[in-house]
């Protein structure tokens, strides 16, 4: 999406104000000089007394994520690596200072093999930033700067919650929260459920219901009851489960619209180019929903699904119950379908979270941080 120039120019002076005074009180401790004459390190993590030396090699962001530059990440970084004892995060100033002599002596732009040798780094950090409404991703990759290989990578989402009395959003606390959870995943911090470090991204698909006349009033009501149950489940995963993070619906329809699709219908199964979309984005979770006849029951039925491919899927877990069909036959037909689907989602929800929890504590049980 892109904004208009002043729109944009207000948006970005915003998120400064609020960044700076959101990290104004980050700690200090990541200021010192490096030392080069270090204890060899145990490993790629360190602990402590040997930290693991990062610096913020550059950070891409376009459009309606553009004002996220440098600064804005650095102050990120800063702020979710100076509470890991594991890790040493040191600030742009290094960065430049070493660029600054480098331009003295009229060349441009410095190697990261030589930061590397002079702030005797153990990894370098690119990052790109992107959004979708109203959903934040960050795709965060921590390089070896001897050997120029990949030592860690991450694609993290989180809801942008916070804006001003006009509507603009501060991206500055969700910023920092996607940096914490990909920089904790590294160094094996804990998950909580105050601050959740394992969580994926959940976009619900679409609720199929077919042109059936047995359906009677659901066949009747199927735009209105596959979009408000979109809505519905989405918004349920969100205020309960902080391991899933479920995609809004216009931030749903955002990614669909990188690839050109305008719209879909939500009561229609999730088609190739929807797949499309979310897989490029690296979202590999959908739920998708459908309603059949079947005899005088309407049978109600949920799955959760992994996305392999832009072509390939796998089941994760399936929820289904049947109802009467005259169950829906009412005036409250929309409300009582919506609460239906809401009721299947529930149980299945809280298995995935638990499951996401438990994958999370089992990958980083025994091993040390950054492996």
């Known amino acids: 999406m892109k904004f208009p120039g002043t729109y944009r120019i207000v948006l970005w002076l915003l998120a400064l104000v609020f960044l700076v005074a959101l990290f104004s009180c980050a700690a200090g401790s990541n200021d010192g000089a490096a030392d080069s004459a ?6 790629p993590a360190g602990d402590a007394a ?4 990062l610096l913020l090699a550059g950070t891409d962001a376009h459009d309606s994520a553009a004002p996220v530059n440098d600064f804005f990440m650095d102050q990120a970084l800063r702020q979710a690596l100076d509470s890991i004892p594991a890790a040493r995060y040191l600030t742009l100033n290094y960065r430049d200072s070493i660029a600054s002599l480098y331009r003295a002596d009229g060349k441009e ?5 030589e930061l590397a040798a002079r702030l005797d780094l153990d990894g370098v950090i690119y990052t790109q930033v992107a959004r979708f409404g109203s959903v934040l991703a960050v795709d965060l990759r921590i390089i070896d700067p001897e050997t120029r290989g990949l030592l860690f990578r991450d694609i993290v989402f989180s809801l942008i919650r916070y804006r001003d009395t006009s509507g603009t959003m501060f991206l500055g606390p969700t910023l920092y929260d996607c940096v914490r959870k990909a920089v904790g995943r590294y ?13 994926v991204p959940v976009v619900v698909a679409g609720v199929v219901i077919p042109n059936d006349a047995g359906l009677g009033q659901i066949e009747v009501l199927r735009q209105t009851l596959a979009t408000e149950s979109v809505k519905a489940l989405g918004e349920y995963a969100r205020l309960h489960f902080p391991e899933l993070i479920a995609f809004d619906y216009a931030s749903r ?14 009561y229609a199964p999730m088609n190739a180019a929807e797949r499309q979309a979310l897989y490029g ?5 959908c739920l998708t929903g459908s309603a059949m006849h079947d005899g005088d029951s309407v049978r109600l039925r949920l799955e959760l699904r992994m996305l392999l491919s832009v072509s390939r899927d796998s089941l994760i877990d399936v929820a289904q119950t049947a109802y009467p069909k005259s169950y829906f036959e009412t005036t409250k037909a929309e409300e009582d379908f919506v609460v ?3 009721d299947l989602a529930e149980p299945l929800f809280k298995r995935e979270a638990e499951r996401i929890r438990s994958v999370y504590a089992g990958t980083v049980a025994g091993r040390p941080p950054g492996r």
């Open 38 to 43: 270090r204890a060899a390190r145990p490993g």
């Open 50 to 53: 040997s930290p693991f030396i």
């Open 109 to 113: 732009g410095v190697p990261v093999e």
């Open 187 to 199: 160094f094996h911090v804990p998950h909580t459920s105050a601050q959740p470090v394992a969580t």
């Open 253 to 266: 329809n955002q990614v669909y619209r990188l690839i050109n699709v305008a719209a879909v219908d939500d």
């Open 281 to 285: 984005v690296g979202i590999d979770r």
């Open 340 to 342: 239906a689907m809401i």
